[in-house]
């Protein structure tokens, strides 16, 4: 036989075993081909239904155990997802999964340089576009392979130039990869509103069934909001990233309530407000004032001798700007609200200083 057969045949095998250990890394990556579908899957294919009317939730399996893969398990069976652990974020200020609360969260366990997370990216990115207004935060777990990975310049290279717009953070260590028992690259975790994961699936495919697990989450009650009242505050917090905030909030609410900045004195909408009601968070709607504690100050913002409810607001030390003072935030969601002075009138002899933009006004 020839050198240049030889050499031939040599070029075949080689190639032959790139295509099929290419990216061995990624166990499993393939399901079964019933299952499986193109990474640029349109989520709007009428195999998987999007219309409200006719969609069909998955039914949680409630004997599974809670380490079962690729079914939806049961709520009391589910266990609470462990802490993400410390890294840089890209696309959102650092959060964690607290404060995540009340959303769905599909957690995409990736790194840049496998070729099967590439090929998943398609459709988180629609899974993100389709479903973050109705409640889906997608959070990318980077856990690198290679020290050419952990390079975070060419994390955030990676991040902008497969278009990634949902927030992403460095596991450089894998702490949190070890602690929710990920095997392979690409795994995608899926915990429901009360951070309880759900569903579990490593590989590439099984698309469509990951959307019907999501819309199934973000349709059941959550237990959170269920028990919340805004009369008082029962101990449940209210919790969301600064990006969220600032979707919901105004420029000068935001700047109030999450950047405890101030609004200049009598330009407030409600310090000349006399009408009989109550005032409530401009961030979270929890019940903190009466107008029946109301009264004039003379100093251009709304002031009350006392809260509505104790517990509804919560006092804290404020040393900012060479000062020494007591501000009060919101007990629920930890908005700032303004400060309480001790040159109120009776019975308290308080002053609880408001911004208007932090309160809103229901008349009764």
Known sequence: MSYKILFTLFAVLITATLVVFGCARSM????????????????????VPTDDASFVPIVADDNADANARDVLIGAGKAKTAPALSAGQWINSEA??????????????????GCYNCRNTLPTVKKFDAAYHDKGLTIVGVHTPESDYEKNFDKIKDAVKTNGIKYPVVTDTNGDTWR???IEAWPTVVILDKQGRIRYSHVGEGAYDVQEKVIKTLLAEKDETASKTSDDVFNGEKIVKTEAEWRKQLTPEQYNVLREQGTERAFTGALADNHEDGDYYCAACHLKLFSSKTK???GTGWPSFYEPINAVNVTVAKDNSLGMSR????????????????DDGPKPTGLR??????ALTFEKK
């Open 179 to 181: 602690a929710f028992d």
């Open 352 to 357: 609880y200083c408001m911004n208007s933009v």
């Open 95 to 112: 959060t964690n999964l607290e404060n995540l609360r009340g959303r769905v969260v599909l957690m995409d366990f990736w790194t840049f």
């Open 326 to 341: 007591d501000e009060v935030v919101c007990s629920r969601c930890h908005s700032h609200l303004g400060h309480v002075f």
């Open 295 to 297: 009264f004039e100050s």
């Open 28 to 47: 499993a990556s393939k399901q079964d081909s019933q299952t499986t579908l193109a990474a640029d899957t349109d989520i709007n294919d009428k195999s």
